[in-house]
């Protein structure tokens, strides 16, 4: 069974910084696209930056010179540095993991982590 945890949420001053976790269990981890989405109240979910497993990272325009993602394949982690947050960075942050494994295509989601920024 695979499983995608996420961990680092919290409240931050604008202008701060957080460091969000993404583990995965359950496959071997190199072999995934890993991707970093929120989703804010009201909002629909989006990109805010993926690493594909062979090592394309893509970043959201908002979030380019402030977030990045780095990956460790042999902790199964994933990491979201975000720096000089702003009040809109407010949402839910989830982590995704994809990939083909054997005869089975995984897409499987974390629960989320809360990240509120206040002004």
């Known amino acids: 069974q695979v499983q995608v945890v996420e961990s680092g949420g919290g409240l931050v001053q604008a202008g701060g910084s957080l460091r969000l976790s993404c583990v995965v269990s359950g496959i071997p981890f190199s072999i995934l696209d890993i991707g970093w989405y929120r989703q804010g109240s009201g909002k629909q979910r989006e990109l805010v930056v993926s690493w594909s497993r062979d090592d394309i990272v893509n970043t959201a325009d908002y979030a380019k010179g402030r977030f990045t993602i780095s990956r460790d394949n042999a902790k199964n982690t994933a990491i979201l540095q975000m720096n000089v947050l702003k009040s809109e960075d407010t949402a839910v942050y989830y982590c995704?993991?994809?990939?083909?494994?054997?005869?089975?295509?995984?897409?499987?989601w974390g629960p989320g982590t809360q990240v509120t920024v206040s002004s």
């Open positions: 995704n993991a994809r990939g083909r494994w054997g005869a089975r295509t995984y897409n499987t």
